[in-house]
Nanobody
């Protein structure tokens, strides 16, 4: 099991940027596929972006070209750079760590895009 702590959410105007961070505990960070998910009020949780243990990434169509996921193995961290934010990006964003045996979640961080 891995503990995840997210940070970096907040209120931003449309067109603005935010960078989310997620720090993982434990010794096997490099083996996990790390992901960012989000959940808006009244909607199901959805995948935003994912990065595998070897750095392969994939994105939801709605964020392609605007969001970038990255990871730092030394810092046991994963990041989500969000640019050109839109009101529809408003949601609670969750960090996820997944391997063959487990899928663990952070507590979430709120992102609100509004003028």
């Amino acid at each position: 099991q891995v503990q995840l702590v997210e940070s970096g959410g907040g209120l931003v105007q449309p067109g603005g940027s935010l960078r989310l961070s997620c720090v993982a505990s434990g010794s096997r960070f490099s083996s996990y596929t790390m992901g960012w998910y989000r959940q808006a009020p009244g909607k199901a949780r959805e995948l935003v972006a994912r990065i595998t243990s070897v750095g392969v990434t994939n994105y939801a169509d709605s964020v392609k070209g605007r969001f970038t996921i990255s990871r730092d193995y030394a810092k046991k961290s994963v990041y989500l750079q969000m640019n050109s934010l839109k009101p529809e990006d408003t949601a609670v964003y969750f960090c996820n760590a997944e391997n063959t045996y487990t899928s663990d979640w952070g507590q979430g961080t709120q992102v609100t895009v509004s003028s």
